[in-house]
């Protein structure tokens, strides 16, 4: 329904993070090279890298997350979110008795979610700290590709990071994103200085629990978003097959897995878990069908005065990969949500059919957004 005109920025492979710092620079994250790169406010992009980290990327989904302090004017600090190669060994794997056949050798390597930071000296990261590195490696028998998601600042000022659940089975006991002792399958809130619990955490003094969840129960929340007006937080939980969800992430709500996806839509959860507001869904699928799902992998928020036709709402990408039920559908999708709660979801329509990866809003308000091999920008309505 939108006629909306995009151009290129910039070629760039594999973006998943960006964001535009307040004298107009943006500075973006690449998931599998490691490297963090600037394009500067006249458009042009910065000749070397901002910053480098060594990423895993067999076992993991390297580098995720960026986030710049709210105080960076004056701190010209840079955060940035991946998956830390840990080890590495090798396995033999001997054919059972009576069998034929060679034994064969497995590597089996582990990696560590690590949230680190960077000081911006002149477009180069310096005195690198590391601000979590104590997250747990994710199974060597696992692929794990559900570990490190997106960083952001809540309107708090304190530090989000959301955690998946490392890709362990849906039906194991004391399934991890239920276990409130492990920061698996979670949001964590967390002091920006040092990683700790940010104050008024709701699990905060329980001995049984990880102090920095602010909420969990969820299989792999890729990305989140924080309403400029509000402070409210959105987020969605990427499922493997259909129920994908919209929440509003609450203190100390359960979302639900590994309970979500044995339920019917409208149903998709049981129990005492916190209800979606809106379930995606493929084109021609309902979010309960099979291999429904869009993989929700960015938010962002919009004004009607750089956009009136889509109006004050809120946008996401997906990276709709290919599955047995069709084509891939990267897409990027307007939701309106409405006043004054902005709980409730009124519409939910295909803008552009190439964002994948990333979005980011610039000081002036235009939408920049990412596939696998450009940065694109949306230009506003004449």
């Known amino acids: 329904p939108f006629k909306v005109k995009t151009e290129r920025v910039t070629q760039a492979d594999s973006v998943d993070a960006m964001q535009f710092a307040p004298d107009g620079r943006l500075f973006y994250a690449q998931q599998l090279s490691g490297d963090v790169r600037i394009i500067n406010a006249d458009g042009s992009p910065q000749s070397e ?29 840079v955060y940035i979110y991946y998956s830390e190669p840990v080890s590495e060994r090798e396995e033999t794997i001997t054919p059972a008795p009576g069998t034929t056949g060679s034994p064969t050798t497995t590597a089996r390597k582990t990696a560590r979610p690590v949230v680190v930071r960077f000081t911006d000296r002149s477009g180069k990261g310096e005195e ?26 809540g309107k708090d000022g304190f530090l989000y990071l959301s955690v998946g659940d490392y890709d362990v089975q849906f039906n194991v006991p004391d399934h991890p994103s239920q276990n409130l002792s492990t920061p698996i399958g979670k949001l964590l809130r967390v002091k920006k200085e040092d990683g700790t619990a940010a104050p008024g955490n709701p699990f905060l003094g329980r001995p049984d629990a990880d102090p920095r969840i602010f909420a969990l129960g969820f299989r792999e929340p890729f990305d989140f978003g924080v309403h400029p007006q509000t402070g409210k937080i959105y987020g969605d939980d990427n499922t493997p ?5 919209l929440n509003i992430i609450e203190p ?8 979500v996806g044995e339920f019917p839509y409208p149903q998709c959860g049981a129990g005492d878990q916190k209800q979606a507001i809106h379930y995606f869904a493929r084109e021609g699928k309902q979010p309960s069908d099979f291999l429904s799902f869009v993989e929700v ?14 109006g004050d709402s809120m946008l996401v990408c997906q990276l709709g990969s290919e599955t047995a039920a069709g084509p891939a559908q990267p897409r990027m999708r307007r939701l309106t949500l409405a006043p004054p709660e902005f709980d409730q979801v009124t519409a939910d329509d295909v803008v552009v059919k190439d964002c994948k990866l990333s979005l980011a809003v610039s000081p002036d308000g235009t939408v920049y957004y990412s596939n696998d091999k450009e940065i694109r920008k949306m230009l506003p309505e004449s």
């Open 49 to 77: 890298p901002f910053a480098h980290v060594d990423v895993a990327l067999n076992i993991e989904w390297g580098l995720t997350g960026l986030a710049l302090d709210p105080d960076f004017a004056t701190n010209h600090y």
């Open 241 to 245: 097959v259909n129920c994908e969800e």
């Open 128 to 153: 690198q700290k590391v601000i979590v590195g104590d997250l747990p490696e994710t199974f060597p028998e696992h692929s794990g590709f559900n570990a490190n998601g997106k960083i952001h600042f």
């Open 297 to 310: 992998s960015s938010f962002a928020f919009i004004t009607a005065a750089k956009y009136p036709t889509l």
């Open 252 to 259: 100390g709500a359960n979302y639900g897995w590994p309970k």
